[in-house]
């Protein structure tokens, strides 16, 4: 054989046989075979021959005739592989080679083209033809540049997912070369946005992630007390979570008052179907099931925020007030021009017009819903500040149509939701979702592990993650390549400014609960106080300063045995005034306003077990929920769009809804496929929009 020829054989040993690989088969291709022009995809190739040296990918007619490095339809991107010394930027990749590739197809490429491979001037493989789909975009969005990132292209005003169905064609970060799945990531916290995220990751392969949890326990805000050391399945717990949105998993339905059809709410669906997911990885075990159950929302028999009073002193239910309307207070007696403060309100809901092609948009899409709020401006004003400082309303009347203490923007998304007809909880406490996932995060847990400060390395492109064990005051330190963060650190890295005032100054509502443990269900009875209804489940509230909601188990009903009521639950103003009592002052008011809500069987049945917290004081919150302050979630929000230092955030503040535990799932689900764009890993980051958003939300 003429020495010439050499150069472009190699003999690859199969077994104990002898296979000769022409040079210009020493690349493979195993797809894909099927793009949508305009977009990205992912190019995976084989590698039959150890080839080392500059390697480029090309796009162009299949015909050898016509086959050069410089006559293709264009140059999809060029890098070196093996023992080439620019090779080692690959050193995740077996042998330096890597076998994954970012392809940016362009809007005008042609159908039925070929992937091909070269080293320089020589042919290393081509592909079988390549079908090349043309399909019109949702919408205009920003074209193609040198440098396109995620938030260059999700919609972070609405269906940042519509976005992500874009992305998956387009390329994040000009990168060429697709990032190896052994890189270590860590998840800074272990509340729902950051097992979601852990649970995402597994599910594409990833398996070097770590969570670093201050706290003793997995699950963040989602918590549930069992009181006096009992077990879950005794059922005498409480919600120990933040917002009476949490005390709940969420809305199923609502109705729709012109068609007399109910309608269902599509986002807290991907709660269910976590559950269903984490339930099969368990192998549905009985200890670890979550399992859904109805949620009582409103009940006629639960107490009324009224100053009137029974004549044995006791505060009137709904029902009484229902009976005997003089029992409500008329609060109009109170203004200073009843008239005017009816116009106010008024000219808000007429600017809010919240109607019911908005109630459907909101909960058949929140994300639609959303972009419309941001829009219309809803979100750049709160109600008292719409009509003092929009509509140059009087401050007093303003003040008593809202305070004008209020700065909370006017995003609607809640106002539908409450309006649902049938709610569901998780069995035995909202706890049991998180436990469910330990035995997929016990051994990839670092708890009680304080992240102290954080901090980027250019050099190494390394996130240096500083924590402190508990009870240890030297600190640790863990390199990373990557971090998803659901929580602030102490210190940061030097982010930009936008980034930078989102994490420091997004505004966090306060709020307190405390749940108290009595000998029985004593409320379940008629006449367990005279002419007392029966309560079961229900939230209602009072007018003893302090107290807000009380709720009554949904769970259990009629049962035998001690029973838990949620007797205090409060956010805003008051939870902060409620945090400054001792635990002693706070739980004391608030047995007495259980005796005056009840009457005397409340303080005979009561066991002196009770559970109190409040978050805003709470070292492993420090605030209840994010509630942003107008103008804040359409100025924040993008921000955590752009991945800055390697560094991904994720929770429920992220997130276009608020208090939810679906808003922290989703959180996750965004900031998951924004580190997989990123990383190139388009097939990943289609799999788990495809899987966790696309089944029931309409793209």
């Known amino acids: 054989m003429a020495p010439s020829l050499l150069a472009f054989l190699a003999v690859l040993a199969v077994g104990t046989a002898s296979v000769v690989v022409p040079r210009h088969e020493s690349v493979g291709f195993s797809g894909p075979f099927e793009v949508e022009a305009d977009g990205i995809a992912n190019i995976h190739v084989t590698y039959n021959l150890l080839i080392s040296g500059h390697l480029s990918l090309h796009y162009g007619s299949c015909d050898p005739s016509q086959m050069s490095p410089d006559s293709h339809h264009h140059l999809i991107g060029r890098t070196a592989v093996g023992d080439h010394p620019l090779a080692r930027r690959h050193v995740e990749h077996p042998s330096q080679r890597p076998e994954r590739f970012v392809w940016i197809v362009p809007a005008n490429a042609p159908s039925d083209g070929c992937l091909i491979a070269y080293s320089g001037s020589d042919l290393l493989g081509r592909s079988a033809p390549v079908l090349v789909k043309h399909k019109k975009s949702r919408r205009d969005v920003l074209r193609k540049r040198d440098n396109v990132a995620f938030a260059d292209i999700a919609d972070s005003e609405g269906p940042w997912f519509d976005g992500v169905e874009y992305l998956k064609q387009k390329e994040p970060e000009s990168a060429f070369v697709a990032a190896s799945k052994t890189k270590k990531i860590g998840i800074l916290g272990g509340g729902m946005s950051g097992l979601m995220s852990s649970f995402l990751l597994t599910s594409v392969g990833f398996h070097d992630w770590q969570i670093i949890e201050a706290s003793a326990r997995v699950g963040g805000r989602v918590h549930t007390s069992y009181l006096n050391g009992t077990r879950p399945d005794q059922y005498q717990y409480q919600e120990r979570v933040p917002s009476s949105h949490y005390q709940h998993n969420g809305p199923d339905e609502i109705p729709h008052a012109e068609t007399n059809e109910t309608i269902e709410i599509q986002d807290h669906k991907m709660v269910f179907q976590l559950a269903d997911a984490i339930n099969n990885l368990n192998g549905n075990d009985s200890a670890l099931m979550v399992k859904f159950i109805k949620w009582i929302q409103s009940s006629p028999n639960t107490p009324a925020s009224t100053s009137f009073r029974l004549p044995d002193g006791t505060v009137p239910s709904k029902a009484d007030i229902a009976a005997n309307p003089a029992l409500a207070d008329n609060v109009t007696l109170t203004y200073s021009n009843a008239t005017a403060v009816q116009a106010a309100s008024d000219a808000y809901d007429s600017w809010i017009n919240l109607d019911s092609a908005k109630v459907r948009a909101a909960v058949t899409n929140v994300f639609t819903a959303h972009k419309a709020a941001v829009a219309a401006g809803y979100l750049d004003f709160s109600e008292s500040g719409y009509l003092r400082y929009k509509l140059g309303i009087d401050a007093n009347i303003t003040d008593e149509v809202d305070s004008i203490g209020d700065n909370l923007d006017s995003w609607y998304y809640e106002t539908p939701y409450f309006s649902a007809t049938t709610w569901r909880t998780i069995d035995q406490g909202l706890s049991k979702l998180p436990m469910a996932f330990m035995p997929l995060v016990s051994n990839r847990t670092l708890f009680n592990s304080s992240i102290q400060a954080l901090s980027y390395n250019e050099t190494t492109n390394k996130v240096t993650v500083s924590y402190r064990p508990t009870a240890d005051p030297r600190i640790r330190l863990r390199d990373l390549r990557c971090a998803v963060l659901a929580r602030a650190p102490v210190e940061t890295a030097s982010y930009t400014s936008l980034l930078s005032r989102a994490i420091q100054t997004l505004n966090y509502s306060p709020a307190c609960k405390v749940s108290m443990h009595y000998k029985t269900r004593f409320w379940e009875h008629d006449n367990y106080a005279p002419g007392k209804k029966a309560i079961f489940g229900g939230c209602g509230a009072t007018d003893i300063p302090g107290v807000g909601s009380v709720c009554y188990p949904s769970y259990a009903l009629n049962s035998s045995g001690p029973g838990v009521i949620l007797a205090n639950y409060n956010s805003g103003l008051p939870a902060r005034s409620l945090g400054s009592f001792t635990e002693a002052q706070h739980v004391a008011h608030i047995q007495k306003a259980m005796v005056e809500i009840h009457g005397a069987v409340a303080a005979e049945q009561w066991t002196g077990n009770y ?84 089944r029931w939300i309409s793209v």
């Open 611 to 694: 559970d109190r917290i409040c978050w805003e004081q709470n070292e492993f919150q420090a605030g209840a929920w994010c509630s942003p302050l107008a103008g804040q979630q359409s100025l924040y929000l993008p921000a955590y769009y752009h991945t800055e230092k390697n560094t991904v955030w994720v929770g429920e503040h992220t997130s276009f809804t608020h208090a939810w535990i679906w808003s922290a799932l989703e959180s996750a689900v965004r900031g998951t496929t924004q580190l997989l764009l990123d990383m190139g890993l388009v097939d990943e980051a289609k799999e788990v929009t495809e899987t966790r958003m696309a």
